[in-house]
């Protein structure tokens, strides 16, 4: 059970520390909850939602007080209610929260491994050529990078930035390549480099089950014959052995 914190000059009973996220990325949460209410007083605040997310008043109703509740920590924050904050948190935020998440929640807990962001949780030769692979990229588009990316994934321009967002925190070592990560970089990196990526990353993290479709065709598309998933130890180690022995 949580601890019990003094909020507006009375006990609050914290349920789930830090809403199940890590104390930086609730903070940020809270950051930017706090910030909204601050932009739409009490008459507003649900009109933003029903304006932004195109729904109803109850639909609006149902997203700020999962937000809330995150916020206040009575309830860990779930894919599910991420994915209803689009567009009323900031992008960024929506992008950590979705990879933090991707990694560390399963059937409704959440795990608390902190990644490791040194060479974006990469072997160090690995993530040297990623490096190099990504200042190509910004060479040769210096202006136009999102452009390129929404070219590429065919996608629009809040995905391309969410994709450019994860090669340039990536690069910096700002984030891990996790699953997701490399999903997005999808036909940004040279098929030799994505290939021995997604070996090591899919091999090396967990992923939230929404995922699995898109894994299992990157891996059907770009596995290399005994080696992608023979170092996993999870359920899906059955799976992705199979896979490799192209079964």
């Known amino acids: 059970m949580g601890t019990p914190r003094i909020g507006r000059g009375k006990l609050i009973s914290v349920k789930y ?15 930017e909850h706090a910030a909204l209410r601050k932009a ?10 029903q304006d932004v997310k195109q729904c109803s008043e109850l639909q609006a109703r149902i ?6 509740s995150a916020v206040v920590e009575r309830a860990r924050i779930s894919p599910a209610t991420v994915d209803r904050l689009e567009g009323i948190i900031s992008d960024e935020l929506f992008n950590d929260l979705q990879d933090y998440l991707s990694t560390n929640y399963t059937r409704g807990k959440t795990a608390k491994p902190v990644l490791d962001k040194t060479n974006a949780g990469l072997p160090e030769g690995l993530f040297k050529r990623f490096r190099e692979e990504v200042e ?20 629009d321009q809040k995905n391309a930035n969410r994709t450019q967002n994860a090669l340039n925190m990536c690069y910096s070592e700002k984030a891990a390549l996790t699953p997701l990560k490399a999903i997005q970089m999808e036909g940004l990196l040279s098929r030799e480099l994505f290939s021995e990526i997604i070996d090591y990353v899919f091999n090396n993290y967990e992923w939230a089950e929404r995922l699995d479709d898109e894994v299992d065709r990157i891996i059907l598309k770009y596995r290399t014959k005994g080696k992608i998933g023979r170092e996993k130890t999870t359920v899906k180690k059955a799976l992705y052995t199979a896979y490799a022995l192209g079964v």
């Open 17 to 31: 520390q830090y809403s199940g996220l890590t104390e930086e990325l609730y903070q940020r949460l809270v950051n």
């Open 63 to 68: 997203i700020y007080q999962a937000f809330n």
């Open 136 to 155: 190509e990229l910004r060479k040769e588009y210096p202006n136009n990078l999102n452009n390129y990316i929404r070219d590429v994934k065919d996608c």
């Open 40 to 49: 739409h007083k009490k008459g507003s605040y649900k009109q933003f939602f």
